[in-house]
């Protein structure tokens, strides 16, 4: 029998549903998924295709398996949209888009799986998002990630000329603060553990090194390596 064409189609990682993920998934006894959810920092580095996407995915779903006994905050984020960041370049010293962009997905993906994990916690969270984007809108955690995500698409789609247009667009004086101060952002990430009585929020950055050009690189790695926190992978 002659093969077909879709013996040779791989699916990528990405386009798996976690049950999928879950069942091929592969478990070694190397203890990789256990040190990934601990409070160091780690690189995974090898070529495309090799798994590191699906070891991280697979660590994000025994992580959020086993949320209501050790509290860890799972958080997968992928980078594949920054190439776009490098069209804007008129913005002045104090505004680094890549940046903005960067801190805003964490932030976005963190804000969805709190959701996600801790239901309970929604009117205290958006108490704090009212504070972040200086108004109530209707008590709704889901219009402020809108919020969110709307400037973040803002900024991959890279039509801005300006500081000043850069300025316009976001949705508040205080997220400002947040997205163009890494100081900032790690203490709002604090208080979210505080807040919400979890043991560390773990990220699990996808495609960092692969997708980034050597500038957003340097600007990635010097921003974590500077955090000197344990909540930051």
Sequence with gaps: MKESLG????????????????????QRNDDKITRLLDSEQYLLEGSRGVGKTMLMKAAMLQSTKEFGKNSILPVWISFEESIRIERITVVDNSIDPFLQWTMG???????????????????KLNKRLEAIFGSTIETDIEKYSSLLNEYIKVLEKAEIETSQDLKDKIPSTELTNILDNPQNFKEFLQNLITDFNLSRIVFLFDEAAHVFSHSQQEKFFTFFKQSGTSILF
């Design 105 to 123: 997905k964490i932030l976005s993906e963190t804000l969805k799986k709190l959701q996600e994990l801790k239901p309970d916690c929604i009117p």
């Design 7 to 26: 013996d040779y189609l791989l699916d990528r990682t990405e386009s798996l549903t976690e049950d999928l993920i879950t069942k091929y998934f592969i």
